[in-house]
Every structure is written in C-alpha cells, then in structure tokens.
C-alpha cells in the first residue's frame, strides 16, 4: 500500500503577514486544492494524509467536499516544526502502508508520473526525491557581500518535493533525528543522518513551489499548461 502525506501545517512567512499561500487562487483554485487533486488522482497512492495547523482541520474538510477528493484521507494536527508534522502523518497512516510519498502542500504541479517514479525508486533504494539539477552559477560567500569562490554546479542537485520512502526507512531516520534534538530542513537530510541512501529522481516538468509572491505568476503559466496538454 502507498500512501501520501500533504505538509500543510506551515505559515508561510515568506508570504507575507497574513497571506495563507495554501489558499491563494492560482488557476481557478486554491494552490493546495491543486497538490491534493495531483495525490487524489494519482492512481498509485492508495490513501492521503493532510497534516494541517491546529484550528484549520474544518477548512481543509471543506476543501475535500467542494473538489469532490474521494480518496481515503485524513486530516490531522500538525506540529511546531516540518519535522514534527511530518512525524504526525506517519503516526496516522494505515498499518498497511509500505511506501509514503511526502509532498509540501505548496507545491501545485507535481505530475502523476514523478509521484510513480519516486514511488518506483523509492521501493528499490528505500528512499527517493524529486530534483532538478542545478543550471545557474553558484557562488560561495563568506560575508554575504562579496564573492569567495565559484561552486561546481555538476555534483549539485535542487530538491523538490515528492521525497518517498519505505515507511520503515523514514521513521529510523525522523527517530534518530527527535533523539538528538537537531531540526532537518527536509526528510532527505534525516536519511543522511543515518547513512540511508536517496536516489535522485529527475523531475522531467516544471515542479515550482509558492513560497514568495513573484513565484504565483509562474505557477499559475505552468498549471494552466498542465490543464491545457
């Protein structure tokens, strides 16, 4: 069984004071009504867990009914970091589930055919992400005004979401990482923690995320696009 976890427990400060990006309209809808329909369709997830801020569970409910998600979910507390969400989805999934796909609820346009690929990937290695290799020139700073020196850009990778894993897998890796009180600025970075190896899975569309406004337009040229093919 494969189950998904939707991380929308955030603020999104990056946003802007009092701007819920989750519920922005992008497209016709609201930008995590876009991410849960990519999940409630995929035909290989089998159940969706939305981990959402104390106090909201009522609005996600509504957002299920009015877009007719007819998937088996969920819609749980999240906690004070990502990390500690993330922890809560995987309390609630099904005793069942052998793979879980963890995908940020901001970001609206991940395609079925990712989601499957890093479920494939993620059975074989035990873990998996999407990503893009990095195109521009990096630069390394050392006081965040001048340059210290050009990074090599073929070794680097951006993350994305999904990050998928065997449930058994994720769970050594967020325990080890609540044991020695540390925070992961993803679950990929938990892995690494206990030397589990994650295979990169090449994102062959556009998979933005909207975490500052001037990203809204962009998201929005590639859903419609998605809705357009």
């Not at 922005?24 to 995929?42: I, S, Y």
């Not at 970075?189 to 975490?211: D, F, G, M, Y």
Request: net charge negative; charged share 25%.
């Amino acid at each position: 069984m494969n189950s998904a976890i939707l991380v929308a427990a955030g603020r999104g400060t990056r946003m802007g004071s009092n701007v819920d990006k989750l519920f922005l309209e992008v497209a016709g809808r609201p930008v995590v009504a876009h991410t849960w329909q990519r999940f409630n369709d995929a035909e290989c997830i089998d159940e969706i867990i939305v981990v959402v801020r104390d106090g909201m569970q009522s609005t996600f409910a509504e957002v299920a009914a009015l877009y007719q998600f007819n998937k088996k979910h969920r819609i749980i507390k999240g906690g004070a970091e990502r990390q500690d969400s993330v922890w809560n989805g995987l309390e609630a999934l099904s005793p069942e589930t052998e793979i879980v796909s963890i995908q940020d609820a901001a970001r609206p346009c991940t395609s079925a055919d990712l989601i499957k690929a890093c479920i494939d990937a993620a059975r074989e290695t035990g873990a998996a992400v999407a990503a893009q290799p990095v195109t521009d020139t990096i630069k390394e700073t050392a006081d965040g005004q001048t340059i210290l020196r050009t990074v090599d850009r073929s070794r680097l990778w951006a993350v994305q979401t999904p990050q998928t894993f065997k449930v058994d897998v994720i769970r050594a890796a967020l325990a080890e990482v609540r044991k020695n009180g540390l925070q992961v600025t993803d679950d990929t970075a938990a892995c690494e923690l206990i030397h589990q190896p994650v295979r990169l899975v090449a994102s062959a569309t556009p998979n933005p995320k909207v975490t500052v406004p001037a990203d809204v337009p962009y998201v929005e040229s590639v859903l419609k696009g998605m809705t357009s093919a």
